[in-house]
DNA sequence: TTGTAAGCGTTATCAG
DNA sequence: CTGATAACGCTTACAA
């Protein structure tokens, strides 16, 4: 009865041709039509649950409706929130929403850039795992697709992101007025502009206070990485506090240290950044950024929705938790 | 040069006609063909990176490659993991992953829904958010469109999910191991049948323990839910144990006890529900039961794509975290 | 303001 | 084993 109801039908059944039905399905705002016919249509419309076909109107259109979010795994409670901002703009626009997980795979990655090609993506949020996929990216970019990068810098691409710099820079001021000096930094991978922006606001607090860190270890955004950098750091036990990249590191070096038996934030302070949200929950509670994940995708998705692709810089906020002792 | 290259193109290359082209890459295993043509083919193929275009195949086939995930909340980690599964599947045959947020809502469920129509979408892994749509549901699998229910109960659909009865009944017994008896169950909405499922187990363990909750109450999934009940319960300080339907409202029955001042596990036991990821960095660790939502996730897509959709319970496991004390 | 008709890129049917 | 041909359902010039 329904589902295979096409224009034709509705055509046939308010007495117009099915230009016309197109016609009031987008609504072309140049051409006017006689109200009555525009009834008749929308009569014959819902009287049949008429949607029409995706793949046809793609394949006419030469674009599809389809927002597609590139990112390492969805799984990440970050990505997972910014992917869900770009979701709730799309809904709210018509368009559907597709999941690219690169499973910090460039290969992956790179198939999933071919994909959206083939399926005419009308936009693209694009989070890369490291280093973007250049060709990729422009290959898709000229075939029409609108394209933002989010959470991350690519030259020569529009990219919305926080402010990591001065994100960074507040909060080393805030561990330096806490009265730790001897501090490590766990930077994330050295291919990720969100972890070298990062690195760059710390070491500017730094730099302004006259201290300098006692290391920089790069590694990539895990637990396992927080875990293993800072049971090195513990042994040699030179740091009184250890800044690390992402919250994941942080909470790598939280249990490093309890192994090690090194009290938090008395003996070794510890902060993170990006405020997943379940870390609130943690006790002591994380010393952290916070970066608005879920307004970064939708601020994405709705540059790409409104043809506008600039770049944004969002703010960020410091979270004064409690694994830095303030005048300890 | 690239981007507008069509499978006659391809076809021109290669000295044969579009038909032929489209049955070497639609491997018609029926249909052998000459080596050498085929070879051509591969060759013409790659020199012009052809893709074919996703919207025209649909449209001649009827029938798109998209698997949809229906869900609550991506942000959750929970079905973000779910997510993760299904997508890592999916990716593995070929296919694209929608992600459908219904945002706890039935009217965008709904919606959602209609659009999977639309999509002509391969195969759909719903979510229910609470009673589900059966409307659509059975339009949607009239339509063609493979459908399975995932970690939810719905009567008349294929269905993959844990086993939350035996789990949860695990559970109960092990709480009761542990010494508590005036236990109260903090369940989820009634409406979820995971939350009911739950609830049955819990109460099979305490009756074959000739035990009887203190009291049952019920609420959304949510911490936030978590803690007003709890808070509520705490006032009353009838009860030595807070069992609840997930992790979510655990979390929030910890938040309370501290709020009130009363320890855990020695005041108070709490236990949750799922094993969220995270939930291991807690301290105390939560008492809990592991479901395995990525593999709900694999299965459920596996099925889809395999076309053999049947009811699979996953096994659950209890993890004896620290919010119970044994034999305190 | 509305209708006619062509064609988007693929695949399936049917001959050869 | 391969090629011509006709759709799939929709939109958009172009006519009327």
């Not at 997943?276 to 994405?300: D, F, K």
Request: net charge neutral; glycine share 8%.
């Amino acid at each position: 009865m329904d589902g295979k109801v096409t224009i034709r039908e509705v055509a046939a059944l308010a007495g117009v041709s099915p230009s016309t039905v197109s016609r009031v399905l987008n609504g072309n705002h140049r051409q006017h039509m006689t109200p009555t016919t525009r009834d008749r249509v929308y009569a014959a419309i819902d009287a049949l649950r008429y949607t029409p076909l995706s793949s046809a109107r793609s394949l006419r259109r030469q674009r599809s409706h389809v927002l597609a979010v590139v990112l390492p795994d969805i799984s990440n409670p970050f990505f997972s929130l910014l992917a869900r901002g770009v979701e709730s703009v799309a809904f709210g626009q018509g368009c559907s929403t597709m999941i690219c997980n690169s499973d910090h795979s460039l290969d992956k990655e790179r198939h999933y850039l071919e994909i959206l090609l083939a399926e005419q993506a009308l936009g693209v949020v694009y989070i890369p795992t490291s280093t973007p996929d250049e060709p990729g990216l422009s290959r898709l970019a000229r075939s029409g697709a609108r394209l933002v990068v989010a959470d991350r810098f690519v030259p020569g691409f529009p990219s919305v992101r926080a402010d990591n710099v001065g994100g960074s820079r507040a909060l080393a001021e805030y561990v330096l007025s806490c009265g730790y000096r001897r501090i490590a930094y766990l930077a994330g991978p050295e291919t990720v502009s969100t972890a070298r922006e990062r690195l760059q606001g710390f070491r500017e607090a730094l730099d302004a206070a006259g201290a300098c860190p006692v290391t920089v270890k790069h590694g990539p955004f895990t637990c396992e990485a927080g875990y293993e950098l800072s049971i090195e750091l513990a042994r040699s036990a030179r740091v009184d506090a250890i800044v690390t990249a992402n919250d994941m590191m942080a909470l790598g070096a939280l249990r490093a240290l309890e192994d090690a038996n090194i009290p938090v934030p008395n003996g070794v302070g510890v902060a993170g950044f990006d405020h997943t949200p379940w870390t609130t929950y943690l006790r002591p509670q994380l010393t952290t950024v916070e970066v608005p994940a879920l307004q970064i995708g939708e601020v994405a998705a709705g540059q790409l929705l409104s043809e506008a692709t600039e770049d944004a810089c969002l703010p960020t906020r410091l979270i004064e938790g409690e694994t830095c002792l303030r005048c300890r």
